[in-house]
C-alpha cells in the first residue's frame, strides 16, 4: 500500500516544486522501514525560499488583502485538508508511529479544530477605536482645543521563519502556517528531517486553494538551512516548536536583528493527586497521558504529586495498568502506544531512565525494551516512585513515557514541589474538592492547568508556557496578535 504524499521528493518555493540537491531515507520508527526518499534542501534553497517570501510581502497581494480575503482563502485551506484527513492520519501512522486513536484525534483533528476556531476569530477582526478626548493644541496652547480621537489597526509582521518538531508535525506544522498566514505575513516553513512529508503536503494544498506565490515556503534542511532562516535580516520574526536547548539558541541568533521571537518549548509538568481524589481512576489517567505519543509531547504531565496516604494505591494500579497497555506497531488498532521516534531518542530515553536507577529511585516498572520487539525504537511504559523532585530525572524533559512518583503531606508542598522546576507548560489536579483546585490552580506556575482532567481538547483556548516553556501563545482569541504589528493613527475629529 502506498503511503499517502511520500512520493513528494521536491522543495516547495515561489508557488513551484524544485528539485534538492540531496535526498534522505524517512524511516517507519515501528518497522525502522524506509517509507521514502524526502528533499533536503540546501544554503542556495534557504536563500531561494527567502527572496521569495520577502518580494511575496513586499510587492505581492497578500499582506494588502482585507481580512475577510485572506480569511476566505485560509477557510479554502482548511477545507482541503479536512478532505484529506484520512490520508493524513495513515501517513502519520508510518511517519510518526503513533497510535491511531491519538493520531486521529491529537494529530489530526485537532489541529484542523485549531485551525477553524482561528478563522472563526479572525472573522471579528477590525480595527480598535480609541475615546475621543479634548487637548490642548500644542501649536497654539492658548487657542481652541482640538478634538481629536484615533485608530488602532493591526497589520503584518513581515517574513516569518517556522520551525517544528517531530512529534505531532501535522498540528506544529498548521500552529505555524494559520496565524502567519491569517495575520497576513509570508511563512517559510521547516520541518523536522524525521517528518518531512506532513509539512512538504501543504505546498499541494497551497497549489490547489490558489495560494499567492511566495506566501508559503517549504523547505527542509539542517543546521545551516536552520541559521540562515534565523539569522537573515529579510526574516522579521521566528516562531519555534522544540528543544528548551534550540529555542534558546534561536533567540542567540536572532537577538543581532532584533526579530521578533515566538517560542513553544519544553516542559516537566506536574499532576497532583490530592489525598480526597479517585486514586484508581488517577492513576489510570496518569498511565494514558504519559503514554501519549510514546511520552514523545511537551505539554504530557510526567511528574505525579501523590500524597502520601494515597501513594501506594496510586503506584499498585498504575502499575496494573501499565501491563496491560498494549506497546507495538500502530498498523495495528489494539496498539495503545507506538514507538519513539528514532534510535537518538531512544538512547536519550534510557541513558535517563539509568539515572532515575542512579540516584536512588525505586523503578515500579519497565526500564527496558518490550520483549518480542525487535525492530522499532520501542521502549516500555516506565515509572518510578520514592523520586527526589531535584533529581535529574523529575529536573529534564525526558520524552519518553516515564514518570516519577513523588510524595507529599500538604497543599502547599503539592504546589511547591510542583512549581520547582525551570519549565512551566501544563500541570493538572486530581480531586474531590474542585473548589480548593482552582485555588491551587492560582498558585502553579504554568500556562494551563487541567482540574480532574478539564474537557479534553479546546480548539478556543489559548496554549503555552511560563518560564523556560516559552514565549507568547498559541490558539485562543489573540493567536493572531502575536503574528501581528499594532500600529496608532490619530486624527482631529471635525476638520
Known sequence: MTIPFT????????????????????????????????????????????????DAFENGPWPRMTQAERTAVMQKFHDALYARRGELVNLILKEVGCAQAVTRNVQVDAPLEHLQSAIDYSRREEPTQLPVSSNVNMINPEGPRILGGGTVVREPVGVVSGITG?????????????????AGNSLILKPSPFTPYSALMLGQIADEIGLPRGVLNIITGGPDVGTRLTTDPRVDMITFT??????????????????????????????????DADVEAAAAMAIMVLTVNAGQGCAITTRFLVHNSVRARFVATAKAVAAHWKVGDPSDPTVLMGPLIRESQRSKVEKLI???????STLVCGGTRPAGLDKGFFVDITLFDDVDNMSTLAQEEVFGPVGCVIGYD??????????????G??????????????????????????????????????????KRSGIGREYGPDWLREFQQEKTITYPVGR
Do not use: C
Request: proline residues 4%; glycine residues 10%.
Open 242 to 275: 522544540g528543544s528548551e536547548a534550540v529555542g534558546a539558541a534561536i533567540m542567540g541568533q536572532a537577538a543581532p536583528t532584533l526579530k521578533r521571537v515566538h517560542l513553544e518549548l519544553g516542559g516537566k509538568s506536574a499532576m497532583i493527586v490530592r489525598e
Open 410 to 423: 500538604t497543599d502547599e508542598e503539592a504546589v511547591r514541589i510542583a512549581n520547582q522546576s525551570r519549565y
Open 7 to 54: 512520493d513528494i521528493d521536491r522543495l516547495y518555493i515561489d508557488g513551484e516544486w524544485h528539485a534538492a540537491a540531496e535526498r534522505e531515507a524517512v524511516l517507519n520508527p515501528s518497522t525502522e522501514d524506509v517509507i521514502g526518499e524526502a528533499p533536503v534542501g540546501d544554503a542556495a534553497a534557504a536563500e531561494a525560499a527567502i527572496a521569495s517570501s520577502f
Open 354 to 360: 539509568q539515572s532515575g536507577r542512579d540516584e536512588g
Open 166 to 182: 517531530y512529534n505531532f508535525p501535522f498540528l506544529l506544522n498548521l500552529a505555524k502556517v494559520t496565524p502567519a498566514l491569517l
Open 425 to 466: 507548560l501544563n500541570g493538572a489536579i486530581m480531586t474531590a474538592d474542585a473548589a480548593k483546585a482552582y485555588e491551587m490552580s492560582l498558585q502553579i506556575r504554568t500556562g494551563n492547568v487541567a482540574i480532574n482532567g478539564g474537557i479534553g481538547k479546546m480548539p478556543y483556548a489559548p496554549f503555552g508556557g511560563y
